[in-house]
């Protein structure tokens, strides 16, 4: 379940100590419909002074007992300051209540205390309230205070709590503390379901999941912040203006619509805002590249029309602007007839995006009208790392109003961090969105820009995404005493991730696996593993590792009855014709271990995968293709992909001049996979690390 939140405007005056100045207010709220707010509003500095209230140390029973509550409230200000460069000076205040509207006491005060003036202020929302004042012909803020709801209750009036653990039925108090903080830095509320400005709250347990997602800053946030504080050194934008030609000779603005950015090479929403009262849109502080634009109606806009995409083919270039004007014609200028309400996942429906894991296959639902006039062929999302199972469109009977259908969706399994937008088309050709459906954050729990610099995180990944599995209890308590040793000092940390990695990649399992499976291949098909393989054979032979007393042998029998292995090697085969054959594919000379190979051959698929198993598992072999397989196994280990020719080519090349396996080389290699924008990009926005760290 979740409340929606919105924006309204209040007229006061603040008194200064120095002079009296009138100030507005701005008060945050949850209730609909968001009011459009044309005015930006921003802190006159970068450096912002905040002071936390005593009460949070002392929770209130709105606050499930043992929440981490001041530690909620630092990292909520610490994700704001990491990617807007904005400095919070905090300190303690013994003052628990917001300002009233009519004068502010010149504290920007966070509040969890049960007051009789927070419960007021807090009287028509559900989780937080923000109440900004600002000088109305700047724009300056003054004064901001951010009180959460002393009596949160659902819809029905039964008693809330926040938590900082994800128990289900509870809000997440740091994701509450990182929206208002936005409002506290001026921001409204996005059209975006993935954003943290977005204007739903969900509780813990929605979809059965933890409701964490909230707690991180989305690219459309980053933008957002962007364009109040900075940084825009090499950085463009897109403005234009929106015009509604309905009425012939006309030139309506097209106001108070939806209208966001996607990166065209990624699908990840980075951008969106409504348009003024005159059609216009900006966005700044955008990554030079290519973007995508679409318009959208609100629900609660006089404004009825058709969704569209502008374009698919805006160039932004660094310090620059790009215009993109539009103007409103048939069809798109028809009611809209498609208008998708919910989406869900795990059999339940909400308003607020899907938290999904990257590599795996789920069930997405979507509800509303002319839903079920969307074939499954035309649903998709505008993004290389999703799959959508056309086939597996189903209409569901969930006792909505309106049709709801479901259909599988894969996510890749590098799919990089981010939010991703739903596209329909209907039979009749009428486009829709749910703009930041999807959302992919793999690191909630962790506070810092990327959280592959929490070194909790990255262990568990790098067992994930290099093994297959977890580590066990003892491991992750020897490699966390490790890295706790070098406290805050940087270089230390960056020792320990890189010691990690290297022995995971040339002293675990990995290696061993990594290598067979290659010269498996190669040997077998003459050519190597694609990822996909890789991954559902490794889990294969671990499983037959525990079943089967020579592993390699059963995943050799497997392999050589595959259809692609038996349309090279025919059963017409003579024992030569095929141990030949497989000697040419790995190029390696062999002739001393021909005898036993022919000695091998049955004409049985057993004999066949006894003689490839031998073949893959020579050391001959494992030695001539080991620097090929070693680069192969870290684009598959950190990038989650397949190698792109030129960049294994490339890294084969470095190795060729090294001796083999050299720990050095191995080490340095392993750096620039670990600091490539890539592989960090796959769990944050934030890029943190450089090459430079590698020497190179």
């Known amino acids: 379940m979740q409340y929606p939140l919105s924006l309204f405007l209040a007229v006061a005056s603040f008194a200064s100590l120095s002079s009296p100045v009138r ?40 606050i499930k007992a043992g929440s981490d509550v001041v530690g909620a409230a630092r990292r909520a200000l610490a994700r704001w300051s990491s990617i807007a460069r904005i400095n ?18 010149g504290i920007s005060l966070i509040t969890i205390a049960d007051t009789l003036e927070n419960q007021a202020f807090n009287a028509d929302s559900t989780a937080g309230r923000t109440r900004v004042f600002f000088d109305p012909e700047s724009g300056s803020i003054a004064e901001a205070d951010v009180s959460i709801n002393p009596h949160p209750k659902t819809e029905e009036g039964a008693d809330l709590q926040f938590s900082t653990d994800g128990s289900p039925g509870t809000y997440d108090l740091e994701a509450t503390f990182t929206h208002e903080i936005g409002h506290l830095l001026g921001l409204d509320h996005s059209p975006v379901l993935g954003s943290t400005m977005q204007s739903r709250q969900a509780f813990n347990g929605t979809f059965g999941l933890p409701a964490l997602t909230e707690r991180t800053l989305s690219e459309d946030d980053r933008q957002r912040i962007r364009s109040l504080y ?5 950085l463009g934008r897109i403005e234009g203006r929106l015009i509604d030609n309905r009425v012939a000779n006309s030139f309506n603005p097209l106001n108070g619509v939806t209208v966001w950015a996607e990166n065209v090479g990624s699908g990840r929403v980075v951008a969106s805002g409504i348009t003024n009262d005159d059609g216009t849109y900006k966005f700044e502080g955008l990554t030079p ?7 959208a109606p609100r629900e609660d806009s006089t404004q009825r029309f058709r969704s569209f995409e502008i374009s698919n083919q805006v160039v932004v270039k660094s310090d620059l602007a790009t215009t993109l004007n539009y103007n409103l014609v048939p069809p798109q200028a028809s009611a809209p007839a498609l208008n998708p309400r919910l989406i869900g ?28 006039q969307v074939p499954g062929t035309n649903i998709s999302i505008n993004s ?29 399994h590098n799919v990089p961090f981010g939010d991703y937008s739903i596209k329909l088309q209907s039979n009749s050709g009428e486009t829709a969105f749910v703009p930041g459906a999807l959302t992919i954050d793999p690191g909630v729990a962790t506070a810092g820009a990327n959280p592959v610099d929490d070194y909790r995180f990255f262990i568990n990944q790098h067992y994930a995404d290099l093994l297959g599995r977890e580590p066990d209890q003892a491991t992750l308590d020897k490699l966390t005493a490790q890295f706790n040793q ?33 010269d498996l291949y190669l040997g077998g098909l003459g050519r190597r593993p694609r990822f996909a393989e890789y991954e559902s054979d490794r889990v294969t032979l671990r499983n037959f590792n525990s079943e089967v007393k020579d592993s390699s042998i059963a995943l050799a029998l497997a392999f050589v009855e595959r259809p692609e292995f038996q349309r090279r090697y025919p ?6 014709e095929f141990v030949d054959q497989l000697l040419a594919n790995i190029a390696v000379d062999l002739k001393a271990e021909r005898p036993t190979l022919l000695g091998l051959y049955d004409g049985l698929n057993s004999g066949r995968a006894a003689i490839l198993a031998r073949v893959a598992s020579q050391p001959a072999v494992v030695d001539a293709h080991y620097n090929e397989a070693f680069v192969m196994l870290q684009y598959f280990g950190y990038l989650r992909r397949d190698p792109d020719e030129s960049g294994l080519n490339f890294w084969v090349n470095i190795l060729k001049n090294k001796p083999l396996r050299d720990p050095a080389a191995a080490r340095s290699m392993v750096c620039s996979f670990l600091t490539s924008t890539e592989y960090q990009n796959r769990f944050g926005m934030i890029a943190t690390h450089s090459s430079s760290e590698c020497g190179n």
Request: net charge neutral; glycine share 6%; aromatic share 8%.
């Open 23 to 62: 100030f507005e207010t701005r008060d945050s709220s949850e209730i609909e419909p968001a009011a459009q707010i044309v005015r930006q509003i921003r802190w006159p500095s970068r450096t912002i002074e905040v002071a936390l209230s005593t009460s949070l140390n002392s929770p209130s029973t709105n």
């Open 88 to 105: 919070f000076v905090v300190s303690w205040s013994s003052s628990t209540s917001v300002s009233p509207a009519t004068a502010g006491d």
């Open 230 to 234: 900075g940084p825009k050194q090499r």
């Open 289 to 295: 590249g290519q973007y995508r634009i679409v318009v």
């Open 345 to 372: 996942l795990n059999g339940e429906l909400s308003t607020v995006a899907l938290p999904l894991d990257a590599g795996k296959k789920f069930k997405i639902y979507l509800g509303g009208e002319g839903i079920d």
């Open 384 to 412: 290389p790392y999703f799959t959508v199972d056309a086939s597996s469109l189903t209409r569901e009977q969930l006792g909505t109003p309106y049709p709801v259908v479901s259909f599988d969706l894969t996510a890749a």
């Open 486 to 518: 070098c406290g805050t000092r940087v270089d230390c940390l960056k020792t320990r991730r890189l010691d990690l990695s290297t022995l995971l990649l040339m002293q675990s399992e990995l290696s061993a696996t990594g290598l067979f499976l290659h």
């Open 571 to 576: 059963a017409s085969l003579k024992a030569a």
